[in-house]
């Protein structure tokens, strides 16, 4: 995956495009080990560069200027690597006392976001860019009138690491639904997202998981997905690395 001038310029991207980003990089990585004991997951590398930069990178791309990283497991580790960037800008949230899981962690940045959409990205949410780089279509679907979240998605059968048995069913106007019990459903979570801050109004700092936002959209109807385009690469196991690796270098060849 190629790597992007850590520079940006206001004048070009569209003014809807979100200029903040959440960027999940706190929990333990257990699925990860040996690797996780000794070097948390965000910088563990993939063709020569950590994850959180092959995310940060992507966040430099789309015209992002600031990201909230939050760290927990081996923190300064993580903290003293994503300082050294001169793009985006970074903001540590500091979850060393008490890891917020992903919903809990976005309530402690808030302060950051103001009123604005912002992306919202697990610091191993990597692909392989197609035709429109994912995160402008994001922001490009993004309707603020219609919904409180809008998903990034990867095909189930298709995504290159991955072997479970997806996440989300959408209809032709892109609202979910949870997957049916005992099914496949044709769609994956792929770890980024654009996000509404009043979802979280009214929350207090605690550990809770996003899924509960999740589950509230789709019961209100306002939970939206959009079908990447090209090729999520699951990072989530020493193995996946070297697959991630070998889908990077043959759609460069």
């Given at each position: 995956?190629?790597?992007?001038s850590?520079t940006?310029?206001?004048?070009?991207?569209?003014?809807?495009?979100p200029?903040?980003a959440?960027?999940?990089?706190?929990?333990?990585?257990?699925?990860?080990r040996?690797?996780s004991?000794?070097?948390?997951?965000?910088?563990?590398?993939?063709?020569?560069?950590?994850?959180?930069?092959h995310?940060?990178d992507r966040?430099?791309?789309?015209?992002?200027?600031?990201a909230v990283?939050?760290?927990?497991?081996?923190?300064?580790?993580v903290?003293?690597?994503?300082?050294?960037?001169?793009?985006?800008?970074?903001?540590?949230?500091?979850?060393r006392?008490?890891?917020?899981?992903?919903?809990?962690?976005v309530v402690?940045?808030?302060?950051?976001?103001g009123?604005?959409?912002?992306y919202?990205?697990?610091?191993?949410?990597i692909w392989i860019?197609?035709i429109?780089p994912?995160?402008?279509?994001?922001?490009?679907?993004f309707?603020?009138?219609r919904m409180?979240?809008?998903?990034?998605l990867?095909?189930t059968?298709?995504?290159?690491?991955?072997?479970?048995?997806?996440?989300f069913v959408?209809?032709?106007d892109?609202?979910?639904?949870?997957r049916?019990?005992?099914?496949?459903a044709?769609?994956?979570?792929?770890?980024?997202a654009?996000?509404?801050?009043?979802?979280?109004e009214?929350?207090?700092?605690?550990?809770?998981?996003?899924?509960?936002?999740?589950?509230?959209?789709?019961?209100?109807?306002?939970l939206f997905?959009?079908?990447?385009?090209?090729?999520?690469?699951?990072?989530?196991t020493?193995?996946?690395?070297?697959?991630a690796?070998?889908?990077i270098?043959?759609?460069?060849?």
């Amino acid at each position: 995956m190629p790597t992007v001038s850590e520079t940006t310029s206001d004048t070009e991207f569209p003014a809807k495009t979100p200029r903040k980003a959440m960027v999940l990089a706190a929990g333990r990585g257990k699925r990860m080990r040996p690797l996780s004991a000794t070097t948390p997951k965000p910088l563990i590398e993939v063709r020569g560069r950590a994850l959180v930069d092959h995310v940060l990178d992507r966040l430099v791309e789309a015209g992002v200027e600031t990201a909230v990283v939050n760290v927990h497991y081996l923190a300064d580790l993580v903290e003293v690597h994503v300082l050294k960037r001169t793009a985006p800008a970074i903001i540590i949230s500091d979850e060393r006392d008490r890891l917020l899981d992903t919903g809990g962690g976005v309530v402690k940045a808030l302060p950051h976001f103001g009123d604005e959409p912002f992306y919202h990205l697990n610091s191993d949410s990597i692909w392989i860019e197609g035709i429109r780089p994912n995160l402008a279509m994001l922001a490009e679907h993004f309707d603020a009138s219609r919904m409180d979240m809008l998903l990034l998605l990867a095909p189930t059968v298709s995504s290159v690491g991955y072997d479970g048995v997806g996440d989300f069913v959408m209809d032709k106007d892109g609202r979910l639904a949870r997957r049916p019990e005992r099914d496949v459903a044709p769609f994956v979570y792929a770890g980024a997202a654009i996000i509404h801050p009043r979802i979280f109004e009214g929350e207090t700092v605690a550990p809770f998981s996003l899924n509960r936002f999740f589950d509230a959209g789709i019961d209100a109807g306002r939970l939206f997905g959009l079908r990447m385009d090209g090729i999520w690469l699951h990072v989530g196991t020493p193995q996946a690395i070297g697959e991630a690796e070998a889908s990077i270098a043959a759609s460069a060849a």
